[in-house]
């Protein structure tokens, strides 16, 4: 690890002081969990570190009538084990698969949203894009995109809460560049997929940090996260789906369904979507939703597998969501 | 910085850049430590105010002002944590390195917590439990048994570390202080084939902190080995401390010492090396064609079978006709198959530590599995008196077979040498999968041949071995891998024909299993294949073809020494009885079953020897010394309760000394299960001798017959008299002379142990996963010394066998760069991941063996990738031919009918035809690699004066 300047503020406005506006310079840290494993292997080598471990503002959740804003240094553990988790079945499910003991307490909300992706060439130092993608296709891309990966771009988007939370519709709240600058960001804008190396793959300035997650009033929205993992350990899925959908008469009047570790960015399936609304939740028309998310899919030499998990999954979050999981799970 | 750790106040600050775990070992507290310093294992987990975290992912800075746990700290002084003596109790550990975290963690859990295990102890990994007895701990079960004289063999006696370990007070190779340290860190090559031309040093140099840089014209140019075995020629020496030519992306290049781990890697950045790139390989097949890149061209070539072909070991043997014994056949069944790279992953990282004491001598304390061979090793390297080195274990992290190999006290006795200093070099978790030895890739090709009713008419196996760029075990596992597994059916035509060949692949190691696992993966699958073809219950062709009893090596007297019959009925009646998890509901679960046996020879295939010193102490207690080495496998607790049964004293009356080689006398070390194999027929013998003395005495002193006499709970008892040991010592003239015996065992062969293993698992087509429902194992292990022990060796074993089956592989790429050096993406089983196996005994007992055991430390893992394989092809309908099971081959096998696995090809028979004309030279070397294994060597028995 590269020696730092360890800095702890104590208010929003003194982490946004202590922020370079250049990249690279500074590192924004919250649990840890990914950060200090990157510094280790030198993958991110910041001058300072700005923790936000004592910023009191980042570790509440409010809740009023219309939305629960949950602070970006709140545990993964402490969102579960809110009464609001509750309302959002999605997230709750999606925390109950993450890790272990140990991460789930160190682990914060805003950190695991914005982890690095898991991508075996940039965690072995190859670079994000892993030379523009190649090192990625002619070598093991089992673990790879297998949608919107015509770019550069091969990896997933590793965050196991950002498809329930794009499912649910939720915002950012974004500080800075200077202290009285806020954003208020839906969260599947945040992510983007990187063109060139300079990019990252969030929407977020060097001098910014995620200081807020807005989850909307379900309003009766029902929701569910399902993970399809080889194994019960503590790996990453090999394909997510999570799904919110309003039912109204027997009938799904909205919805939406988003796939995480399939894309560089949680993928919103408007395909699943378009098959599941107007139509009754029931195993088949589930399998349909699921078809039809897979049917855009462009996997990679080694990853056809996945298009199939995505189908499954895609089927297993709304049949979970309606309440009609059925053995087999 | 001010903090608290385990109620005890400290300020001080951290360096640039600390995480808490190495801060808090910086302070003394060494039960947190390290698996993979990246938050996969949970080794280094401590309370942060009272909850659970991998400390290796805090920042040391956050600790300030907070409250620290560690488990030295969990209960006052002298006093044990609920959860601490639970785990005593269950002797939930074996190696113990993981068992600081898993306590911190289980005892963090409320009781509603404890019911839902699997998923509470996700970031807790193990490797040598199976997690069984961990589960046992926290339910609270104990198994323990009362230590009571006498009855030692047979009895759950406790590991001899337990209570040190629990609290948290046994040091492992890095847990010690020591000031003034050098760090050696060093460059590794970028290439996989490539010559050193330039090494410009400067930078480096100048860098505050660095006192020493070395490369290949600063060292001995000494070849060498990095295996150890006893019979140092089975490993030809083609490895240099450092070499201009580098075979392997990751060989050891420049080693850099300086005064923190820090600077030393910041040096290292700054070495820069001019290479000429070579042609690289990394196929085995392609190795061995003509205009191959060639690894060891004339010169380096010694004692390769075929330089231009790569070709470090061919061997080929037949008997029988085989040709003829197809032609018998009503059935013939062909198929390949492929085993992959696995790792060890043994949780403490390889390293070492030495310092030169006032008197000279050089001392090496380390995680060695042969102290007494890495000693006569660096003797010969540095040119040393062996007597000048003094090499040690304390306790060990599990080793599996990786450290059967000198890897890293060479440049530390270097470091010495060179510059005075006590010098450590302590592995990273990348560097284990780097440049650590791994599980040898086969390739492999079985024909087989049968009649209807099911008899066997002719085995072929033809295996080709990636031993990559170094020869090291290569050869000696090539010889195991060709023998019991084929040796485990009767059949009269057999041929085997195999070839270790050089790639530029990180070389592979030994590795439990040593050869076996992968062919018998092969074999096993392909008799379940030919037994559908005939119509054949795949059980009932296994009682037709299995070795007999009368086949059975060392069949004597009325002595049972046979079980395989029983095992195989013990693991039929168990899967059909319904135990075990049902199916998951719905129709997307396919549930099989299947089994996979195995006949294992249980000693080294080349020479071992042991020598085993025993002795009485004044006060009536005895001394035992053995140089067998302790990392887990339980063998130091196994040769206490030998000595400890022949003596009629209880286990805890026998002080024993393990794994050093100032207070041991010599021994091979601990591989291939000669731990109670060998070693505990040394200290059988010594035990034995040592009784006879001690009757003899006492016979002489009370005027009794010799032949009466008989030891009996610290006393000899004669009818109606009776004299204890401390009094006989007193008694006898020249007594600490009298009472001290020494002997010496050499390995023998014994009679194989016997292994079944059964499955009954359920595969997902929807989500290809595979869900183990119900495992059995039944062995046939002699005298069960210790069932506590054994069983646990069991579990670890079925463990690491579904970890190599279902999830684990060492992913390289074309440039030879591993993928995948971490425990997130090389996935190791986790509690979740093992069902609890119900596990069989067979009645038997072995007179070659000591007090009638057979070895079994590595053997349970043979059988279970080909058992698992078997199940899955019942479930599913298509074999599963490569290895690890993983989610894209499985969704290959359900829905894509043209099978063809990487890693393969179909140049087999092309080969064969070439392998026809063999050299004379070969033939020779194919008749000693067959021969040697198998001389016999009568059991010595040598006095001490
Ligand atoms: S050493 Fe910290 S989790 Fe492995
Ligand atoms: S006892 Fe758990 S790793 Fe060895």
């Known amino acids: 690890m590269k020696a730092f300047e360890y800095a702890a503020p104590r208010s929003e406005s003194e982490v946004l002081e202590l922020l370079s506006g250049e990249a690279g310079h500074t590192e924004v840290l919250a649990g840890g969990t990914d950060l200090v494993g990157l510094m280790k292997k030198m993958i991110v080598t910041p001058d300072r570190v700005v923790s936000l471990s004592r910023v009191a503002s980042l570790k509440k959740i409010e809740a009023d009538s219309t939305a629960v804003r949950v602070g970006a240094m709140v545990s993964l553990d402490e969102l579960a084990e809110n009464p609001v988790s509750e309302f959002y079945p999605a997230i709750r499910q999606a925390i109950d698969e993450i890790a272990s003991l140990q991460l789930r307490s160190q682990g914060t909300l805003g950190g695991e949203l914005c982890q690095r992706p898991r991508c075996w060439y940039f965690r072995d130092g190859h670079g994000l894009l892993a030379a523009r993608g190649k090192d990625v296709v002619e070598g093991d891309s089992r673990f790879h995109a297998i949608f919107g990966n015509a770019g550069p771009a091969k990896f997933v988007c590793p965050s196991r809460l950002a498809p329930a939370l794009v499912a649910l519709d939720a915002r950012l709240r974004i500080l800075g560049p200077h202290s009285n600058d806020e954003t208020l960001m839906p969260l599947e804008a945040f992510y983007r997929t990187p063109k060139s190396e300079r990019e990252r793959e969030f929407l977020l300035d060097p001098n910014q940090f995620v200081a807020q997650v807005i989850l909307p009033h379900p309003e009766g929205r029902l929701s569910a996260s399902y993970e399809v993992r080889h194994g019960a350990g503590p790996e990453y899925p090999l394909v997510s789906a999570a799904s919110s959908i309003l039912v109204e008469r027997g009938r799904v009047v909205e919805a939406r369904v988003v796939l995480g570790q399939v894309a560089p960015t949680p993928w919103i399936s408007r395909e699943a979507i378009d098959a599941i609304v107007g139509r009754p939740v029931t195993p088949e028309t589930a399998e349909a939703a699921g078809e039809a998310a897979a049917s855009v899919a462009t996997p990679l030499r080694d990853n056809e597998y996945k298009v199939r998990l995505a189908k499954v999954a895609v089927k297993r979050s709304l049949l979970k969501a309606a309440g009609l999981e059925t053995g087999g799970f | 910085m001010k903090l608290r750790v385990n109620g005890q106040e400290f300020d001080r600050e951290p360096a640039p850049g600390q995480c808490l775990r190495t801060y808090l070992r910086d302070l003394g507290w060494f039960a947190v430590r390290k698996g993979c310093d990246a938050g996969d294992c949970g080794a280094c987990t401590v309370w942060f105010d009272g909850r659970p975290v991998h400390s290796c992912l805090v920042p040391a800075f956050r ?287 390889h390293g070492s530590i030495a310092w030169k004491s006032d008197d000279g001598r050089i001392h090496v304390r380390t995680d060695t599995q042969t102290p007494h061979l890495i000693q006569e090793k660096l003797a010969y390297l540095f040119s040393l008196d062996p007597k000048s080195l003094h090499v040690f274990s304390e306790r060990v992290g599990g080793g599996f077979g990786a450290k059967q190999e000198m890897l890293t006290e060479d440049l530390c006795v270097l470091g010495v040498l060179k510059t005075g200093r006590p010098t450590k070099w302590e592995w990273t978790r990348g560097e284990e999968f780097i440049a650590g030895p791994g599980r040898h890739p086969y390739q492999m090709r079985v024909k087989l041949g049968a009649r209807r009713d099911g008899t066997l008419t002719a085995i072929e196996l033809r295996a080709v071995s990636n031993t990559g760029a170094y020869r090291n075990h290569g050869g000696e596992v090539l010889a195991a891998a060709l023998r019991s597994p084929v040796e485990t059916y009767r059949c009269p035509n057999k041929k085997g024909a195999g070839y270790a060949v050089h790639t530029n692949a990180i070389p592979a190691g030994a590795f439990r299993g040593f050869g076996r696992t992968q062919t018998t993966f092969a074999i096993e699958s392909a008799i379940d294949e030919l ?81 085993a010193d025993l002795f009485l102490g004044p006060n009536g207690t005895f001394h035992l010394a053995n140089g067998l080495a302790e990392f887990g496998n339980g063998s130091m607790n196994a040769i206490r309760q030998i000595a400890a049964q022949v003596l009629g004293v209880r286990a805890a009356d026998v002080e024993t000394v393990v794994a050093d080689t100032d207070r041991t006398p010599y021994d091979a070390g601990t591989f291939a299960c000669a731990g109670t194999s060998v070693s505990g027929k040394a200290v059988e013998l010594a035990a034995r001798a040592l009784k006879d003395r001690l009757i003899a005495a006492a016979a002489r002193r009370l005027g009794c017959p010799v032949a009466d006499g008989k030891l009996i ?233």
Request: proline residues 6%; contains cysteine.
């Open chain 2, 531 to 611: 037994a559908e073809k005939l119509g054949i219950d795949p059980i009932e062709m296994r009682r037709i073809n299995m070795l007999r009893e009368d086949r059975a090596p060392g069949a004597e007297g009325s002595t049972k020494i046979y079980g395989a019959d029983q095992c195989v009925d013990f693991v039929e009646q168990a899967l059909n009885s319904g135990r075990g998890e049902p199916k998951p509901a719905g129709d997307m679960w396919r549930e099989g079953r299947g089994i996979a046996i195995h006949f294992h020879e249980s000693s080294p295939p080349s020479q071992h020897r042991s020598q």
């Open chain 2, 713 to 945: 709970d610290g006393h000899v008892v004669f009818a109606g008299q009776s004299i204890g040991f401390a009094e006989l010592y007193r008694q006898t003239p020249q007594a600490d002379q009298e009472f001290h015996v020494t002997r010496l065992a050499v390995a023998t062969p014994n009679s194989p142990a016997f292994l079944v293993q059964g499955f009954r698992v359920a595969v997902n087509t929807d989500t290809c996963e595979i869900r183990i429902l119900q495992s059995v194992h039944a062995v046939d292990a002699g005298t069960v010394l210790n069932p506590m022990q054994l069983a646990g060796q069991i579990e670890g074993g079925i463990a690491h066998g579904i970890g190599t089956t279902l999830f684990e592989r060492v992913v390289i790429d074309e440039e030879g760069e591993v993928l995948n050096a971490t425990l997130r993406n090389y996935r190791i089983p986790a509690f979740a991941d093992i069902p609890r196996s119900e596990i069989y005994y067979a009645d038997t007992r072995d007179p070659a063996g000591p007090m009638g055991a057979k070895a079994m430390g590595e053997a349970p893992i043979i059988p279970i990738s080909a058992a698992l394989g078997n199940a899955v092809k019942d479930a599913i309908g298509v074999r599963l031919s490569s290895l690890p099971f993983s989610a894209d081959r499985v969704y290959e096998a359900l829905y894509d009918s043209e099978l063809d696995w990487p890693g393969l090809n179909k140049r087999w028979t092309a080969e064969l035809d070439q392998a026809e004309q063999l050299t004379e030279l070969q033939r020779d070397n194919v008749r000693h690699a067959d021969e040697a294994p198998s001389e016999d060597v009568p059991n010595e028995a040598l006095e001490k004066s």
């Open chain 2, 63 to 349: 600790a300030e002002n907070r409250e620290v746990t560690t488990l030295e700290g969990l209960a006052p002084d002298g006093q044990l944590h609920p959860m601490q003596e639970s785990f005593l109790q269950a002797q939930a550990f074996q190696c113990g390195f993981c068992t600081s975290g898993m306590i911190m963690t289980c005892a963090s859990l409320g009781e509603e917590d404890k019911q839902d295990l699997p998923f509470r102890l996700k970031g807790n990994l193990c490797r040598c439990t199976g997690y069984r007895a961990i589960e046992d701990a926290v339910r609270g079960r104990a198994v323990v048994d009362e230590d009571v004289a006498g009855r030692a063999c047979g009895s759950n006696i406790g590991s001899t570390f337990a209570t040190g370990l629990v609290r948290g007070r046994e040091h492992y190779t890095m847990d010690c202080a020591i000031d003034n340290l050098l760090h050696v860190k060093v460059v590794r090559s970028p290439h996989a084939h490539a010559k050193v031309l330039r090494i410009r040093q400067d930078a480096a140099k100048a860098l505050p902190g660095v006192r020493l840089i070395v490369t290949w014209e600063d060292v001995p140019r000494k070849p060498f080995t990095t295996a150890t075995h006893d019979e140092y020629h089975c490993n030809p020496d083609d490895t240099y401390l450092l070499d201009n030519v580098v075979r392997f992306r990751g060989q050891r290049v420049v080693a850099v010492y300086a005064d923190s781990e820090a600077i030393a890697e910041e040096a290292c950045r700054l070495i820069e090396i001019d290479y000429e790139v070579l042609p690289a390989v990394f196929d085995p097949e392609e190795a061995m064609q003509p205009g191959a890149p060639q690894l060891f061209p004339e010169g380096a070539a010694a004692r390769i079978d075929d330089p231009a072909r790569n070709i470090f070991k061919h061997t080929e043997s037949e008997i029988g006709d085989v040709a003829r014994g197809f032609e018998e056949a009503d059935e013939v069944y062909e198929g390949e198959y492929f085993t992959q790279r696995v790792q060890h992953v043994h949780l403490e990282t």
